[in-house]
């Protein structure tokens, strides 16, 4: 499917560099080296000298650093990341559990258990053709500001300043939505744990009301921006932690939940058995219900890019950044579809799954599958409060995951000057070396969209589809741009995709206005104000407001990425 492109010998190498010194002028420089240590300043090719220190130097920097070097900037950010780290850091941001937990319920009562299950191996089928894409891109584009770099530079010299523009704010507010997802997913889980542990909903337990699950919510998004701001070192080991909670805590589910249960349902039900609740969403076409089924798998499978957002803190990004990527959705589509699978033959009773008068107010359907096997088999919910905590740090893991790739692409874009008051979003802390200004300005924008929680009840079903849009929808320019410019103007990377380059492109392109294009469809009949999916709205304002903005101002300024080797502000 791919080529691995052959590395220069080393006779090769130092030609390279000496032509690349003397040509540019450019001042060399490592970003592990301290300001003590001396640069080399070439004038003019004639008083070029070298020694063979310097040489073996830059012979021995980072492949990533030097691709990173060769597209115009500097390093800034600490590279000491290796491949299972941001292996760690992109499961964690796609998860096991924090994308079909939340919707596990509202998929399963559109169309019944069959729907539910195949959606998933459709889904994991198209991911597959974006996923591919997009690694052959991050191969060529080793950039912090991934998606937004490739889009300019992809898209050539007279469509690039607007394409990145697009997708800069297309990634920018699909991220920030995205940590509202698990705040809110990772508080309503934190708030079935409170109920189970105090009595249950028939029991008399504690159902935090609008205000504490406010709080709840708020109380996550800090701490992670403040985990983001002064621990990514701790932030590293933290996501190791993730990977290894999810993949150990998802096979302990997988096994126990089908053990547990008093009985479970037969393979026909759970392949085959199709069933709608008109009386419930009011949506009586098939085909629609089905579309809406599939939302929870669309909705899980994405988020692979946040190799591509650590690629310049990424030990060796060209190679690693695209296997980080690939290894993310082989392991998500596994283990999501396990998840699912048990989920569904541990279902005891369909209809009491929603019934809001069942022990967990009908609010969460998998807690009510949990509580339901292990209180039917002991008599008591300890074992579902234990695996409901594990969801739980899921949740916790991957926001955290979340806030920094989306302080990455905020850095990224302010570093390119296109963010008001870019210059303070793009200050690195000076002991911490983390973009800590523009963490906490995905923070509190956060929380400025999660405020409607104590009023509206629709909020998660806004937030996640401008979640879904904005951040499935910023993959969709790079890969168009890859998928239209010429052959001959693509400098590949390691991962090549060579011929297979376009018809993979298409068909990822395709699928991802498709899944756009439902996360912005009525999820309720009839359509009411505690109903409408607000999301069009929301995404309407904000892309209208950003569209004006560059025709009336900002393509009179906005060039796109800017090289920051040698202070230059100069447009890639």
């Known amino acids: 499917m791919y080529k691995i492109r052959t590395s220069r010998t080393k006779q090769a190498k130092k030609e390279y560099l000496l032509a690349r010194a003397g040509a540019c002028s450019l001042l060399l420089q490592r970003s592990s080296c301290d300001c003590s240590r001396s640069s080399l300043l070439l004038q003019s090719p004639e008083n070029v000298s070298i020694s063979s220190s310097h040489i073996s130097e830059m012979e021995e920097m980072d492949s990533g650093e030097k691709r990173l070097n060769e597209l115009g900037y500097k390093q800034e950010l600490r590279r000491e990341m290796t491949l299972f780290k941001t292996l760690a850091i992109s499961v964690s941001t796609v998860t096991l559990f924090t994308g079909i937990t939340p919707l596990y319920g509202s998929s399963l009562l559109y169309a019944g258990p069959a729907s539910l299950v195949w959606g998933w191996v459709v889904v994991s089928f198209f991911t597959w053709f974006v996923g591919i894409a997009m690694a052959e891109i991050c191969s060529s584009f080793p950039t912090t500001g991934s998606l937004y770099f490739w889009a300019a530079h992809l898209a050539g010299p007279l469509w690039g300043p607007f394409a990145s523009w697009c997708c800069a704010w297309l990634e920018t507010i699909g991220l920030i939505a995205g940590i509202g997802t698990q705040a809110y997913a990772g508080s309503q889980t934190l708030q079935i744990i409170i109920l189970l542990c105090t009595g249950t909903n028939k ?134 579809w396990a998840y699912i699978l048990t989920l569904t033959f541990s279902i005891q009773k369909f209809d009491y799954l929603f019934d809001v008068n069942n022990e967990t107010a009908g609010s969460f359907v998998p807690a009510q599958i949990l509580y339901d096997a292990f209180h039917g088999r002991y008599n008591n919910s300890i074992g579902a409060i234990i695996l409901l905590f594990v969801i739980w740090g899921s949740f916790f893991f991957g926001g955290l995951s979340i806030t920094t790739s989306a302080a990455r692409v905020v850095y990224a874009l302010s570093r390119d000057q296109g963010v008001p008051f870019s210059s303070l979003w793009r200050k690195i802390h000076p002991k911490h070396k983390v973009p800590s200004n523009a963490v906490w300005l995905c923070a509190a924008i956060c929380i400025l969209i999660g405020l409607p929680i104590l009023k509206v009840n629709v909020v998660f079903t806004a937030i996640t589809s401008i979640c879904t849009v904005g951040w499935v929808g910023g993959y969709s320019i790079p890969i168009f741009a890859r998928m239209v410019m010429a052959e001959k103007n693509f400098n590949p990377g390691p991962f090549y995709l060579g011929r297979a380059s376009r018809p993979i492109c298409l068909v990822a392109f395709l699928w991802i206005c498709y899944t756009c294009s439902v996360f912005l469809l009525p999820t309720s009949y009839p359509i009411k104000f505690d109903t409408f999916n607000y999301a069009p709205i929301g995404l309407g304002i904000c892309l209208t407001t950003i569209l004006l903005w560059w025709i009336l101002d900002a393509r009179k300024w906005f060039k796109g990425p800017v090289r920051n080797i040698n202070g230059q502000s100069e447009k890639v």
């Not at 002064?230 to 999810?246: C, E, K, R, T």
């Open 203 to 336: 029991g008399g337990g504690y159902f935090a009301p609008r205000g504490v699950f406010l709080a709840m919510y708020i109380g996550l998004t800090v701490i992670w921006a403040i985990l983001n701001t002064f621990a990514l070192q701790v932030i590293a080991i933290i996501d190791i932690i993730s990977i290894w909670w999810q993949i150990t805590g998802g096979v302990i589910i997988v096994i126990m939940l089908p053990l547990v249960a008093p009985s479970t349902q037969p393979a026909s039900y759970v392949f085959g058995h199709f069933e709608m609740a008109p009386d419930s969403t009011g949506i009586r076409s098939k085909a629609y219900a089905v579309i809406l089924a599939f939302i929870v798998s669309q909705y899980s499978l994405y988020g692979y890019d946040a190799a591509a957002h650590l690629t310049e803190e990424t030990k060796g990004a060209d190679k690693n950044g695209p296997i980080a990527i690939l290894s993310s959705i082989g392991i998500i589509s596994v283990f999501g």
